[in-house]
């Protein structure tokens, strides 16, 4: 079964019941969402959050726990040596959203590295280590996956050698792997267009048995711009054949795929890109003009 969702929403009054729901109405077989809004650290408490009610729903459609990925939100930043009380927060947060992933039955939970914030790269993913050796715990049932970043501003994990040597430098190196998203890896400058390479390469670097979950994602810039700019599938500057490629990749049956493509005026693409990657024919859907909300 091809492992295949979107990033969904999780609101009151239905929450994970709902996030199970909408991936439900994309005939999707996983799912990706936020524990709250990511832009703050405001959260409902878990038991309000209808657990229970959203794993019935998952088993009563075949969908197992394991096809659950939170999204950590992107306010924590563990590579910002500036500011100490900024990253106290940070780890504290991380802490507190894994725990929640853990009450959630999720088994991933997605995190960008961190940002330098102009303290330097190395600096930062000092920090970035040193953050996650005090959220980790051998017992949690869970493992963060770094997420591959297209290199903006002052962002870590734009290589996989870095993320490489934040896995190696945490002391619970089994409890980290790495989320891969496509449109970030062609913003880094890597060619997609000959993946079978950039697997090797990942696998020579980190190993593909890190790699848990892919974003699948086109890109509105060229490869290497460093701008992370989702577009549709087939519609941007990586293509539908490359993504497609990427998705039914037979190394990587076993991994999770989550789209977060942009919405078109104000409706989700997901279901329209789900049947397309599963049929492996690309579809014209979107008409000249139109603009992702």
Same mark, same amino acid.
């Given at each position: ?24 109405? &994309? ?46 939100? &992107? ?13 106290? %927060? ?17 088994? &991933? ?34 493992? %963060? ?59 020579? %670097? ?9 974003? %699948? ?52 693409? &997901? ?23």
């Amino acid at each position: 079964m091809l492992k295949i969702g979107s990033h969904v929403g999780m609101k009151g009054p239905r929450y994970m019941l709902g996030s199970v729901e909408e991936a439900l109405s &994309y005939n999707a077989t996983a799912l990706m969402f936020y524990t709250g809004a990511p832009q703050n650290t405001a959260r409902t408490a878990v038991e309000n959050l209808r657990i229970d009610e959203a794993h019935k729903l998952l088993e009563a459609n075949n969908i197992p726990l394991e096809n659950l990925v939170v999204h950590a939100p &992107y306010i924590i930043n563990l590579g910002n040596t500036v500011k100490p009380e900024t990253y106290q %927060i940070a780890v504290e947060f991380l802490r507190k959203e894994i725990d929640r992933t853990v009450a959630m039955g999720a088994k &991933y939970l997605v995190l960008h590295p961190g940002s330098h914030v102009k303290a330097g790269t190395e600096a930062a993913i000092q920090a970035i280590i040193a953050g996650l050796d005090q959220v980790l715990d051998q017992d949690d049932d869970i493992i %963060i996956c770094l997420e591959t970043m297209s290199g903006k501003g002052t962002e870590c994990g734009r290589s996989f050698e870095e993320l490489k040597q934040i896995i190696d430098g945490v002391k619970l190196s089994d409890k980290l792997g790495v989320c891969l998203d496509t449109c970030h890896i062609h913003d880094a400058g890597y060619d997609l267009s000959d993946f079978d390479q950039v697997l090797a390469e990942f696998d020579r %670097i980190i190993g593909l048995d890190h790699l848990h979950v892919l974003h %699948i994602n086109d890109s509105k810039n060229p490869i290497g711009s460093n701008k992370d700019r989702h577009e549709n599938l087939g519609y941007g500057y990586i293509g539908f054949e490359t993504l497609c490629g990427i998705v039914n990749h037979p190394q990587l049956a076993d991994k999770i795929k989550v789209l977060e493509t942009p919405y078109v005026e104000k409706v989700a693409p &997901y279901g329209q890109e789900i049947e397309m990657l599963r049929s492996q024919t690309f579809v014209e859907w979107i008409d000249e003009g139109e603009e992702d909300a």
